[in-house]
């Protein structure tokens, strides 16, 4: 039974001391260009072709997160031609309604002049602290207002009630955290427009 405790500790020893010796081979090998703190390299380490050191030195290197990763949602806006800011959200209220731990608090905007309401969010927040990821919300919205983001370092020390201004990013932003998914939404969106101006004739 001692004997093959023994064995059992010198082999583990083993793999330990081969991953060492191989993270210096390695470091070698990879002379000239840069094997930490690159994609590149990242990607090396994270490949069946790794050797020797694996883990991820964070937060100086971070793994690369697939497309359909979510954390906290954003707001998408499109640019209009001169330059505003053309938020997406009508207001409809969906997500917060099918919002799980109902994180989600929508205010709409009134015409100053009617006070009749205006489909475009006077205020927005949700509270990422309560957020469980879901992606509902995002899965739901009927316009590709609500997105699910990629950004997940959201430590504070106060609570991360997050408002209008800092929900808005993007629809080039989006394209680049989801291209198959804004590639694809798109292309519908694109379809439903001509096919409602062919119907406009
Ligand atoms: S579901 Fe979409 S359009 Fe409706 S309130 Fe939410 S984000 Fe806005
Ligand atoms: S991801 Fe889920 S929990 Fe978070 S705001 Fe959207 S619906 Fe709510």
Same mark, same amino acid.
């Given at each position: ?5 023994? *064995? ?25 260009? *840069? ?10 380490? $994270? ?10 030195? =964070? ?37 917060? *309604? ?41 899965? @739901? ?15 504070? =020390? ?14 080039? @932003? @989006? ?19 001509? $096919? ?6």
């Amino acid at each position: 039974m001692t004997e093959m405790y023994g *064995k059992g500790i010198l082999k583990g020893l083993s793999v330990t001391a081969k991953r060492f010796l191989e993270t210096y081979l390695d470091d070698i090998l990879w002379l000239g260009r *840069k094997r930490y703190g690159s994609d590149e390299g990242i990607a090396h380490r $994270a490949s069946k072709k790794g050797r020797g050191i694996f883990t991820i030195q =964070y937060p100086e290197e971070k793994l690369p997160v697939p497309e359909e990763f979510r954390f906290v949602p954003f707001l998408v806006y499109t640019e209009s031609p001169d330059g505003q800011k053309v938020i997406r959200c009508t207001c409809c209220g969906i997500c917060a *309604k099918v919002c799980p731990p109902q994180c989600i608090w929508i205010v709409r905007s009134n015409d100053p002049a009617t006070g009749r309401p205006i489909p475009t969010p006077a205020e927005f927040y949700i509270d990422a602290d309560i957020c469980m990821n879901c992606g509902l919300c995002a899965e @739901y919205c009927p316009f590709d207002a609500i997105k699910m983001d990629h950004v997940y370092e959201l430590a504070s =020390y106060g609570r991360n009630i997050f408002d209008i201004q800092h929900l808005l990013k993007s629809a080039d @932003y @989006y394209r680049s955290i989801r291209p198959a998914n804004a590639a694809r939404e798109d292309e519908a969106r694109a379809a439903k427009e001509a $096919a409602r101006a062919t119907s406009a004739k």
